[in-house]
């Protein structure tokens, strides 16, 4: 792993992440903190520059539709209770839950190819509220 790529991932841990965390206490009414397969990144700076944009926005988008009142931020908080990312090869990619653990593996260097999008998010998350 390169200068860069522990620079950035030192950014996503200290500022990002915990704005992110913030974020969806605003929009659930409790922080649901992020697990990240921070080895999987090891090698792809282009993967941890969108990483937010793919997964946390992208996540946070599909909260907000699902949390326009109060019985949905009472559901989200109830059984969501971490998000996981890994970055993986396009053929891996998966959006899965499972025992309050939303787990994201995108092809993050793809960009907008190697996504989940919002719909498909609050969409998996619907099904086990």
């Known amino acids: ?7 950035k991932i030192k950014e996503l841990q200290e500022v990002t992440l915990p704005e992110r965390v913030r ?5 659930c009414g409790a922080p649901i903190p992020y697990e990240v397969d921070w080895d999987s990144f090891a090698e792809d700076l282009e993967g941890l520059n969108f990483m937010d944009n793919l997964s946390c926005h992208r996540l946070n988008m599909a909260l907000r539709g699902i949390c326009n009142d109060d019985m949905g931020k009472e559901a989200v908080r109830e059984c969501l209770k971490s998000i996981r990312l890994k970055n993986v090869a ?21 960009r907008t190819d190697g996504m989940w999008s919002d719909n498909e998010i609050q969409a998996l998350l619907m099904k086990h509220l």
């Open 1 to 7: 792993m390169g200068l860069n790529e522990r620079r």
């Open 23 to 27: 974020e969806i206490e605003e929009i």
């Open 90 to 110: 396009k053929e891996s990619m998966k959006l899965a839950f499972a025992d309050g653990t939303l787990e994201m593996h995108c092809a993050y260097a793809l």
